[in-house]
């Protein structure tokens, strides 16, 4: 079985913050995110956590029923 990882908690903070962010407002902020070590670790993470998840279930769309 391929595990999945989780998001360390410092990662899920900065991710939260896009939430509330308009389309517009995101680009910026993944553009300002890119540039410190705290927001490429983030950016890592979640891109592992989408490549186990491919791997694991042959997609990262949660929306897919028919994940069993």
Partial sequence: MIEVPGLSPGSEAILGQMVGLGSSQRPVFL??????????????????????????FGTDDLRNKNLG
């Fill in 31 to 56: 553009e300002k995110l890119v540039q410190t070590p705290e927001g490429r670790k983030t950016l890592a993470e979640a891109e592992a956590i989408t490549d186990a998840m491919k791997e694991r």
